[in-house]
Nanobody
């Protein structure tokens, strides 16, 4: 059973930074990509960022709302994806979830989420 475990959430002031981690229980080369989604209070879950998990390279994609402020990257030696979040504002307050899509099947995996609260 593949597990994704997020960490790094917390309370931060507007303008501050946080780095989220998503540790996989298997080699990330088993995934097509590793993504971050978030669910703000009272809203639907939304896509944040994606990094490719194939050996050929880690392509990246971002939602327009975080482009230029967030950076997603991977460490294949640790089977971990990271989300560096800078210039945080109140609209970034949400539960952040890690997601991975299996390379060889239709299986999808979600972490349990980590809370990020941006408030003064």
């Amino acid at each position: 059973q593949v597990e994704l475990v997020e960490s790094g959430g917390g309370l931060v002031q507007p303008g501050g930074s946080l780095k989220l981690s998503c540790a996989a229980s298997t080699s990330i080369f088993n995934f097509y990509s590793m993504d971050w989604y978030r669910q703000p209070p009272g809203k639907q879950r939304e896509f944040v960022a994606r990094v490719g998990a194939t050996p050929e390279g880690g392509f990246t994609n971002y939602s327009d709302s975080v482009k230029g402020r967030f950076t997603i990257y991977r460490d294949v030696t640790k089977n971990t994806a990271y989300l560096q979040m800078n210039s945080l504002n109140s609209e970034d307050t949400a539960v952040y979830f890690c997601y991975a899509r299996d390379m060889f099947s239709v299986a999808e995996y979600w972490g349990k989420g980590t809370q990020v609260t941006v408030s003064s």
